[in-house]
T-cell receptor
Framework: AQSVTQLGSHVSVSEGALVLLRCNYSSSVPPYLFWYVQYPNQGLQLLLKYTTGATLVKGINGFEAEFKKSETSFHLTKPSAHMSDAAEYFCAVSEAPGYSTLTFGKGTMLLVSP | GAVVSQHPSWVICKSGTSVKIECRSLDFQATTMFWYRQFPKQSLMLMATSNEGSKATYEQGVEKDKFLINHASLTLSTLTVTSAHPEDSSFYIC?????????????FGSGTRLTVV
């Protein structure tokens, strides 16, 4: 069975500061890993995903994440936070290969202060 | 890129009536669609998985007769909330993918805010 743990339901940063959102996963097979962002009353937008290959994945809006198998982690980072980054972020895992359902973490609300 | 359109964005209905929510893949064939429910300030809860032309597979605890899912074509899936009650009020989100092509990921609709009064 697969699962995702996101540490911290809320993370607060100042504008321009480093953003670090933590995600650890559990999977019995090589995982596919995703980060999604959700703005209020909207669906989920894919930030980035890891399937195979390079473990450092770059996504949209300056975000990136690194797949670390030894640590079963897929933390999301951004060097400099912007006010528009304030949103809910979800880490998700799906078991590869083939098709499988997504399992989501509980989400982390990113708060950005001026 | 892959786009999923979900309608309506919000709906208010009276208790006891039924509401239909549509989820369309606009530029790809979605062999599999998923329906999620999201309570305020919580994560997404998978309700059911539907494959085109087959009956939906419901998650444990989800009432099949209340949440009717139809996936009649490769571009359209519908969720009908039957005999809606206030406790069914929630944010419903669909997503779609192409089976066996997980590298393309999952594309989500914009969600439907259902309020039952």
């Amino acid at each position: 069975a697969q699962s995702v743990t996101q540490l911290g339901s809320h993370v607060s940063v100042s504008e321009g500061a480093l953003v670090l959102l933590r995600c650890n996963y559990s999977s019995s097979v090589p995982p596919y890993l995703f980060w999604y962002v959700q703005y209020p009353n909207q669906g989920l937008q894919l930030l980035l995903k890891y399937t195979t290959g390079a473990t450092l994945v770059k996504g949209i809006n300056g975000f990136e994440a690194e797949f670390k198998k030894s640590e079963t982690s897929f933390h999301l980072t951004k060097p400099s936070a912007h006010m528009s980054d304030a949103a809910e972020y979800f880490c998700a895992v799906s078991e590869a290969p083939g098709y499988s359902t997504l399992t989501f973490g509980k989400g982390t609300m990113l708060l950005v202060s001026p | 890129g892959a786009v999923v359109s979900q309608h309506p964005s919000w709906v208010i209905c009276k208790s006891g009536t039924s509401v239909k929510i549509e989820c369309r893949s606009l530029d790809f064939q979605a062999t599999t669609m998923f329906w999620y429910r999201q309570f305020p300030k919580q994560s997404l809860m998978l309700m059911a998985t539907s494959n085109e032309g087959s009956k939906a597979t419901y998650e444990q605890g989800v009432e099949k007769d209340k949440f009717l899912i139809n996936h009649a074509s490769l571009t359209l899936s519908t969720l009908t909330v039957t005999s809606a009650h206030p406790e069914d009020s929630s944010f419903y989100i669909c997503s779609a993918t192409r089976q066996g092509q997980l590298v393309y990921g999952y594309t989500f609709g914009s969600g439907t805010r259902l309020t039952v009064v």
